[in-house]
């Protein structure tokens, strides 16, 4: 997986500070996480994986909204800002799957291991649209000051404290 996110990003992506890059990271790790809860031994090494797998999507999802997605729909133009709600529901598809196996007894159920394939799935392709579509569109619009800017917010804004997410209704009710 690592080397299709390599080849579908090019040379996009700037610096190791631009906002890409640190998606980039993040979207790594949270494919490798799905790969090994959809394949790996189970018992508690699945429930820790799965912990850090709740904890990073927070934290990811939450700094891509705020940081990334509110830039895009200010740029201006109607692609930028569908990209950006769809993003948002994309990220809410992920998040109700999340809450229902953080409710499931059995991560080891047969159940537990679908749902696990189903969110590997949306995130592949939800990973895919942001390094092709979304990562140029950033590229266009932004400078490589600001590109660095957002890097820098977006990591800040994941090490921050968890707080509520911006409300699904508010945010698809504008689209």
């Known amino acids: 997986m690592k080397k299709l996110i390599d080849s579908l990003l090019g040379d996009a992506m700037g610096g190791a500070d631009d906002i890409r890059a640190a998606l980039k990271r993040d979207h790594e790790e949270l494919l490798e996480l799905t790969e090994a809860l959809c394949e790996g031994s189970g018992g508690e090494n699945r429930r820790q994986r799965f912990a850090r797998f709740k904890d990073l999507l927070r934290a990811h999802s939450h700094g891509e909204e705020v940081v990334v997605y509110r830039a895009l729909e200010r740029v201006g133009d109607a692609k930028s800002k569908d990209f950006a709600r769809e993003g948002i529901v994309e990220h809410g598809s992920v998040d109700s799957l999340v809450a229902k196996l953080a409710r499931m007894r059995d991560l080891d159920s047969d159940k537990a291991r679908a749902h696990f394939t189903v969110i590997k799935e ?26 660095a800017a957002m890097g820098e917010r977006f990591e800040a804004d994941k090490a921050a404290p968890p707080r509520r997410r911006p409300s699904r209704s508010r945010a698809t009710a504008a689209a």
């Open 122 to 147: 949306l995130l592949e392709h939800h990973i895919d649209e942001e390094h092709t579509e979304m990562f140029k569109q950033l590229g266009e619009h932004f400078s490589s000051e600001e590109l």
